[in-house]
């Protein structure tokens, strides 16, 4: 009896996916596109607060746009997101609306390049339900509205690779392949750990045995992807060499910037198992897809090559670094949901050919959509509790000043059009006090921004002196305690007196 209900019930899941599956063969990119933007504008809705790099981007392009006279710079910032927020500020735009917007456009971007490069691949049927799985995947989800650089450099890592999954195998198609490395330049200067896509690219030019490319052809393909590449980064090398005179010191300082203030953040080897994996479970499937992949020694298929190397690689990377944080593998989404529903078609179709499956293929549908959206509430799990961002925003406008800001959190320079100092940590916070307090029209602090690890007995002992002097020598005009964090806002006496006296 219940073995006859079961079938039922089968049955009906099997007639309801093949409905589903005919409207989306005839509008495939509209409802893609539907869905995902739904998904993004409800999360939007909730109005999450902004992340502390989100305030340094949008202050790194007031920078970079009024040659330092507003904003803030951090060296081991990528500049091309700032750049575009700062181009936007610089024509009118507030870029905390235009950031968001832009996240929203260049998501749906990703997504609907997650499906071109799936169906060019494998099929569209693949390419569909990868581009729904990047669109509901927590941690790619959690990007959108926060203007952070893994959007961006999401769209123009797949840029590159679908212009090479495109690329007709015989045509030599020179100017496709210049265009390739340009854009994975691009993507580099998005976010410098995109450089791995390079190697990637040329690893799978080269091991390509799917076409009857010469060793010749290969070597030409491959100089002209370096080539683009280089025609950008040699002049941002440049660059760095004419003003911090040495070409890799933004490269360098992010080096070092990974390895401070690790007990912050995670680590060990199994942390991206558990959150970043566990958080989208149908992405164990790589392994499956990678298993195969070997086996069958499909390693000679470049195209699929590009997106397991890629992958491969990122996650390598990442484990060698000492901080550890989910977003760090958000760019490899788009291509672990390819791989990952190229692995759920096989099995399915694998069970509908038997005449006694282990699993129902619906069955085996409706787990992977479980498994799927179980976990999508996580994306929503932000605490917007002690966000004061709106506060300070009113303080720093009915207290505008000529002069600089002197702040330990970032925010101010998405608030105001000054220049921006950061106390940096505590081995410097003291120090830069001491020699901006005379210069700065207002200083913002947050208790909480000077951080200090729980072993370290000296750090907070500075830390508490300063909070102190800053009090005692200068008159506060804010201050809000949420959660044990206070944010204050202070002006210099001799400001408030001399324009008493005026």
Not at 303 to 313: A, G, K, P, Y
């Amino acid at each position: 009896m219940l073995l006859v209900e079961g079938n039922s019930l089968m049955s009906k899941v099997d007639r309801i996916i093949e409905k589903i599956r005919t409207k989306i063969d005839r509008h495939p990119i509209l409802i893609l596109v539907l869905i995902s933007l739904a998904i993004q504008l409800f999360y939007l809705s909730f109005r999450f607060p902004l992340w502390w790099d989100s305030y340094v981007y949008v202050g790194m392009g007031k920078y970079l746009t009024s040659q330092g006279e507003s904003g803030l710079f951090e060296l081991f910032r990528p500049p091309l997101l700032p750049l575009m927020l700062g181009w936007l500020w610089r024509i009118g735009f507030d870029p905390l609306v235009a950031g968001p917007i832009l996240d929203v456009i260049f998501s749906l971007m990703v997504v609907l390049l997650t499906w071109a490069i799936g169906k060019r691949i494998f099929n569209e049927t693949i390419g569909f339900y990868a581009g729904l799985l990047v669109s509901f995947n927590p941690i790619f989800l959690m990007h959108t509205g926060l203007i952070l650089t893994e959007p961006l450099a999401m769209v123009l890592m797949l840029t590159a690779i679908y212009l090479l999954v495109t690329a007709k195998k015989e045509d030599k198609q020179y100017g496709r392949f210049l265009l390739v490395g340009i854009i994975t330049a691009l993507s580099f200067l998005a976010k410098f750990p995109q450089g791995i896509l390079l190697p990637a690219i040329i690893l799978s030019l080269f091991i390509d045995r799917e076409s009857e490319k010469t060793i010749m052809l290969k070597v030409k393909q491959c100089s002209l992807v370096m080539s683009g590449f280089l025609l950008l980064i040699i002049p941002y090398l440049w660059m760095n060499y004419i003003y911090f005179n040495d070409p890799l010191a933004p490269l360098k300082s992010g080096s070092w910037i990974v390895t401070t203030a690790t007990w912050l953040y995670g680590s060990g080897i199994t942390y991206y198992i558990s959150h970043f994996f566990l958080l989208s479970p149908v992405f164990f499937l790589f392994f499956a897809y990678l298993w195969n992949f070997v086996r069958e020694k499909k390693y000679g298929d470049g195209r699929s090559s590009l997106l397991v190397l890629f992958t491969l690689l990122m996650i390598t990377y990442f484990l060698t670094v000492p901080r550890k944080e989910p977003r760090y593998l958000v760019t490899i989404v788009p291509a672990l949901a390819i791989l990952s529903i190229a692995v759920v078609e096989k099995w399915y179709h694998s069970l509908r050919r038997m005449e006694k499956p282990t699993l129902y293929p619906s069955a085996l549908i409706v787990l992977c959509v479980m498994m799927t959206l179980i976990f999508v509430p996580q994306a929503f799990s932000l605490d917007s509790s002690t966000d004061v961002s709106d506060d300070l925003r009113k303080v720093l406008v009915n207290h505008p000043t000529s002069t600089l800001i002197l702040t330990n959190e970032p925010s101010p320079a998405s608030f105001t059009d000054n220049s921006i100092v950061l106390f940096g940590g505590m081995d410097t916070a003291t120090a830069a006090y001491e020699w901006y307090k005379n210069d700065s029209g207002l200083i913002v602090v947050n208790n909480c921004s000077f951080i200090c690890s729980l072993e370290d007995e000296r750090c907070s002992e500075q830390k508490e002196n300063l909070l102190e002097k800053i009090s005692q020598e200068n008159k506060q005009i804010f201050h809000k305690t949420v959660k044990g964090c206070t944010t204050a806002v202070y002006e210099q006496f001799q400001i408030n007196q001399s324009s008493q006296e005026e």
